[in-house]
Structure formats: C-alpha cells, structure tokens
C-alpha cells in the first residue's frame, strides 16, 4: 500500500494489473537512475533532490541535502547494478531502504 500511494497507484485494482503497473513504474525510476547517475548528483538543487528521494520512496521533508544525496547515492549503487529482469528486487528494496533509512528516523 504505501508504494502505491508513492508511485500512484490504486491499490483497489486486479493483482494482475497492479504488478503490470508496478513493474512499469520500477522500470521508469530504473530508466531515470541511470541518467540520474551520467548527469551525476552534484548537479541536482535540493528541490530536486528530494523529489528523486521522494519518488523512490523516502520521505525526504527533515532530511538535509547531504543526507538526501548520501541515500540517493546509495539507492544508484544499487539501482544501477541491477537487471531489468530483477524489477521486483528494485520494487522492495525501495521499501527496505526507506524504512531503514537511519536519516530519516530521527
């Protein structure tokens, strides 16, 4: 549910249709990762920091710019790495990294 609400999805649909569209979305913040990381994150302002956290998951409203870039940096180190084939591993960690952010907790 609450990659739902960030992806905007609507939980209320067939399963069949929120895993198409989930895997959809996944592949699209996949796509943007790697020109996120050729552009580098250096040349993100802040706003756009947070909207890249914020779109993969975390909620970046008490979160500094240094501790926005240091997760999203961690978020490419894996983004990058993985497989298209392998959409769902990108889907959860989205969730585990958010939620075990230590940043964002506090």
């Known amino acids: 549910k609450a990659l ?14 929120l895993r198409r569209r989930l895997r959809s979305h996944v592949l699209e913040i996949r ?3 790697r020109a ?3 552009l ?5 302002s802040e706003e756009e920091l947070k ?10 409203t008490r979160l500094s710019m240094s501790e926005c ?11 990058c790495k993985l497989q298209a084939s392998e959409a769902s591993l990108l889907a959860n ?3 585990l990294l958010s939620l ?6 506090e």
């Open 4 to 17: 739902s609400q960030v992806l905007f999805l609507t939980p209320h649909l067939p399963a069949f249709f």
């Open 100 to 105: 075990n952010y230590v940043g964002a907790k």
């Open 31 to 33: 796509h943007l990762d």
């Open 69 to 79: 870039r240091a997760w999203l940096e961690q978020w490419l180190g894996l983004s």
């Open 40 to 44: 580098g994150l250096g040349q993100l």
């Open 36 to 38: 996120m990381l050729r």
């Open 51 to 60: 909207a890249a956290c914020y779109l993969r998951g975390l909620n970046p």
């Open 93 to 95: 960690s989205m969730v």
